[in-house]
């Protein structure tokens, strides 16, 4: 329950006061979620069913919500990451991340915000899930 508490209601609760506003305001916007490569392609051995449950839903509802406010110009994507260099893999061998993504690398958080920073300036995007994620979300490798 707290995973779709967080994951899941906490970013259309935070959407819901973000559309208001813009709305408000007049001049559009962007809101971006930040999923998971894993919603889209499940690696063997990688745990994390539950976690993308609530991913898989933003995936969802990022699509549908772009489509009711295409005309007011508030456009919603998602970041997708792979593996990500945060304390969160603290535990883990990066010999052993590296094999999560064809690329055989690991992000850096600056290349999830410069994703971000990028769906939010490119005004043409809406609906889009962008993969940071070495290739992951393409296939078997």
Not at 52 to 67: D, E, Q, R
Request: charged residues 15%.
């Amino acid at each position: 329950r707290a995973l779709v508490a967080t994951n899941l209601s906490g970013f259309i609760y935070v959407a819901q006061l973000a559309v208001k506003q813009m709305q408000a305001q007049r001049r559009g916007g962007s809101i971006i979620s930040i999923s998971a490569a894993l919603a889209d392609n499940p690696i063997a051995g990688v745990p994390a069913s539950v976690p993308m449950i609530t991913k898989g839903g933003l995936n969802a509802v990022i699509g549908s919500l772009a489509l009711e406010y295409a005309k007011e110009h508030i456009r919603f994507n998602a970041v997708a990451p792979g593996v990500v260099d945060t304390p969160l893999h603290a535990d883990n061998s990066n010999d052993v991340l590296k094999t999560l993504s064809p690329m055989g690398t690991i992000s850096a958080v600056e290349e999830i915000a410069s994703a971000v920073v990028y769906l939010t300036e490119a005004r043409q995007i809406t609906g889009e899930v962008l993969h940071v994620d070495g290739g992951a979300h393409v296939g078997k490798w």
